[in-house]
């Protein structure tokens, strides 16, 4: 489904692996797209894409009827608050990791009803436009946080473009989730290519195989976004760690009493690992089977299908300004 703006236009500000994977996308499907970045080799790789280039981050927001800030966490808050101000009209979506600070924010009524917080569940290691994938969203979550029902289905709208599916989360459930799902991802991964004590790291690295290497693939990320989120998400992430060491200290335990019970917590963990495993392929990984919705037209609606493991598509109003799209429960 296009985009729901007759004569609008997407911006992008920054164009790295999100900014710049989105802006290739959105490209490819012909839509109306432009983007900014600080960055003249970002600026001059875009404009070899074909892509259409703003003179400034000021051009870029007053000039385009929805704009997305894909830019370093700890500068969303400013910026967000900046271009709700200076454009009257643009809708105003996030790529960020943690939705706190966001709603947090002191904005008017007018501005807030403009702001869609956002945040693609498809990352990577890696960084940079050389990076940018358009197929990275393709099937991935998409989670926003909206507080206005227009601009809700707006971004939303502009998600089905990427071959991304929405999940409507409040900002707690949102960060809550992400610090199991991604957050301490990054701890463990550090952690774990370092967990060798020095003398035995060299012959660990020579004894590795594939197991190490998949473990430990997102500890090639750059350490300094993750201060900030650090941060901002301190108390789910310490929750995080808390139940992660509260289930090896079983395997600790069960290690250091292993009699004739055949290492029962160990196995547990192991057995309720595999278990899991396939669970998440079947709800992250499965082609995703959708069914037509009626949605009323209440943003309520959206947020306790987001309650309910409900991922949505091709949202969009009939006569009456009644909300109607498809929905794909996974199993």
């Known amino acids: 489904m296009g985009l729901p703006f007759d004569e609008g236009r997407v911006g992008v500000l920054g164009c790295g692996i999100i900014g710049g994977g989105l802006l290739k996308a959105l490209h490819a499907k012909g839509l109306h797209c432009w983007g900014y970045d600080a960055d003249p080799d970002t600026m001059r790789a875009l404009a070899r894409e074909g892509i259409e280039l703003a003179t400034s981050a000021d051009d870029l927001i007053l000039g385009s009827s929805m704009l997305v800030l894909a830019v370093p966490h700890e500068q969303m808050p400013a910026l967000v608050q900046y271009a709700l101000a200076l454009s009257d009209t643009a809708v105003v979506t996030t790529t960020g990791p943690v939705f706190a600070p966001l709603e947090a924010l002191p904005l008017p009524d007018d501005h807030r009803a403009r702001l869609v917080i956002g945040h693609p569940m498809c990352g990577s ?129 069960d290690l250091e009493r292993v009699d004739l019970d055949g290492l029962a917590d160990v196995h547990t963990l192991l057995a309720e690992g595999q278990r899991a495993r396939a669970a998440l392929h079947r709800r992250r990984w499965s082609e995703a089977q959708f069914v037509p919705l009626q949605l009323g037209a209440d943003l309520s609606e959206l947020y306790r299908r987001g309650r309910d493991g409900m991922l949505l598509r091709s949202l969009h109003f009939e006569r009456d300004d009644e909300l109607v799209g498809e929905g794909c429960q996974p199993a």
Do not use: K
């Open 125 to 253: 290691e890696q960084a940079g436009f050389a990076a940018a994938d358009p197929q990275i969203f393709h099937g991935a979550t998409w989670v926003l946080c909206p507080f206005a029902l227009h601009a809700a289905v707006h971004v939303s709208q502009m998600v089905d473009d990427t071959g991304a599916y929405t999940l409507f989360l409040d900002a707690r459930s949102h960060d809550e989730s992400t610090a199991y799902a991604s957050h301490i991802t990054h701890l463990v991964s550090a952690a774990l290519i370092q967990l060798a004590p020095p003398h035995l790291r060299m012959r660990t690295m020579l004894t590795s195989g594939g197991g190490l290497r998949d473990m430990t693939r997102i500890a090639d990320g750059a350490p300094e976004p993750w201060i900030s989120i650090a941060r901002d998400n301190r108390n789910n992430i310490r929750q995080a760690v808390d139940d992660l060491l509260v289930m090896l200290d079983r395997v600790a335990e």
